[in-house]
């Protein structure tokens, strides 16, 4: 009797994994497994730039697919002077608030001695329409220091971001330049740029013994 019932049990159902879902894995392990190799051997400065610019490159490409999928408009704002970037999508209220759903939007800042630039204006690569779109957004949704510090801290409005990633996965151009310049010891000068022309994957170059003119 035993046997027969458990013949005619329900099958459970087992829920697949997202694209998505199955990406954050995948990228959540190399870099667990780049961490675990360069602590084994030795972290060099160049090596460690490499890492940190290898994963904005990946989360960038990441969230433009999300913002497909979910028809979000999103973007990334650069602070360069504390070395910090997130993620941000744009809400009904037409205001831009940081994306949460996943750890992996979050805010990040890049480590001492590394540094980066960001420069949005005369690149060779660079698209009207989307720069048009940039612009838009800048005249309508952008607010001053001024502006964005009065009130509480609850009511402070997000700044917007200097990248936009549509909805269609396109991302407006940029190119950020990381730079590792040690003042003592033997260690050389090192720079990467990621840079983006209009649809990802983002290009990346490096390591480079000097910033391109």
């Known amino acids: 009797m035993m046997a027969a019932a458990a013949q005619y049990q329900h099958p459970v159902r087992v829920r697949g994994f997202t694209l998505l879902e199955v990406m954050i894995v995948l990228l959540l392990m190399g870099l667990a497994a780049s961490y ?3 602590n084994a051997v030795g972290t060099e400065p160049a090596d460690e730039l490499e890492e940190q610019v290898r994963r904005i490159q990946v989360v960038t490409d990441m969230a433009s697919d999300y913002a497909v999928m979910n028809q979000k408009q ?6 360069p002077d504390e070395g910090v970037y997130y993620f941000v999508f744009l809400n009904e209220e037409n205001e831009w608030q940081r994306l ?3 750890d992996i939007y979050a805010e990040r ?21 989307l720069m048009a779109d940039r612009e838009i957004f800048d005249e309508d949704f952008a607010l001053g220091d001024a502006q964005t510090d009065i009130g509480n801290e609850e009511d402070k409005r997000l700044p917007p971001p200097q990248v936009l990633i549509m909805p269609s996965g396109d991302i407006t151009p940029f190119l ?3 730079h590792y310049e040690p003042g003592f010891g033997s260690d050389l000068p090192v720079y990467y740029q990621l840079k983006n022309e209009d649809l990802p994957p983002l290009e990346l170059d490096g390591p480079l013994e000097q910033v391109p003119q």
Not at 74 to 79: D, K, Q, S, V, Y
């Open 36 to 38: 675990v190799v360069f």
């Open 74 to 79: 999103m973007g990334i704002r650069f602070e």
């Open 100 to 102: 949460e759903e996943n």
């Open 109 to 129: 800042q890049l480590p001492e001695p590394f540094y980066f630039t960001l420069n949005l204006d005369d690149l060779p690569w660079e698209q009207d329409s």
């Open 176 to 178: 950020l330049t990381f």
